[in-house]
Nanobody, 127 residues
Framework: QVQLVESGGGLVQAGDSLRLSCAAS????????MGWFRQAPGKEREFVAA????????AYADSVKGRFTISRDNAKNTVFLQMNRLKPEDTANYYC????????????????????WGQGTQVTVSS
C-alpha cells in the first residue's frame, strides 16, 4: 500500500521559515518524480514545486520562486520543501504527490500527472 505522509506544517509569522517533509512508502521511490501542491480555503489546489527522479531538475510556481526549495533524499524515500520568507498568502494545506516515470530529468506541474497523494499538512502564516 502506497503512503505519502507529510509533516512539518504549523503556524508561523510572516518572514519565518518552515521545512516540510514527505515520507513515502510502498513504492519504489527512485522511479517517482515528486511534487508539492497547496490548497488555500476557497481556492483550487495549485502547483508549488516539483523535482525529478535524481533531484537534478526542479520546477517552481512563480509565486514561490526564489523563496522555496524542493529537494529529495532517495536513500530515505523523502522529499522536502524548504520554505523561506513566508507570506500570509502562502497559508494553505500542502500536499506532496508522486508521479511514476522512467525519465530521469522530467518534472511535472499538472495534477493529472501524479498518481499518489498525501493527506496534507497545514501551513498558516500570520501577518
Amino acid at each position: 500500500q502506497v503512503q505519502l505522509v507529510e509533516s512539518g506544517g504549523g503556524l508561523v509569522q510572516a518572514g519565518d521559515s518552515l521545512r516540510l517533509s514527505c515520507a513515502a512508502s510502498g513504492l519504489t521511490f527512485g522511479y517517482y518524480a515528486m511534487g508539492w501542491f497547496r490548497q488555500a480555503p476557497g481556492k483550487e489546489r495549485e502547483f508549488v514545486a516539483a523535482v525529478s527522479l535524481s533531484g537534478g531538475n526542479t520546477a517552481y510556481a512563480d509565486s514561490v520562486k526564489g523563496r522555496f526549495t524542493i529537494s529529495r533524499d532517495n536513500a530515505k524515500n523523502t522529499v522536502f520543501l524548504q520554505m523561506n520568507r513566508l507570506k500570509p498568502e502562502d497559508t494553505a494545506n500542502y500536499y506532496c504527490a508522486a508521479a511514476w516515470t522512467n525519465d530521469y530529468g522530467v518534472t511535472y506541474y499538472r495534477e493529472v500527472s501524479y498518481r499518489y497523494w498525501g493527506q496534507g499538512t497545514q501551513v498558516t502564516v500570520s501577518s
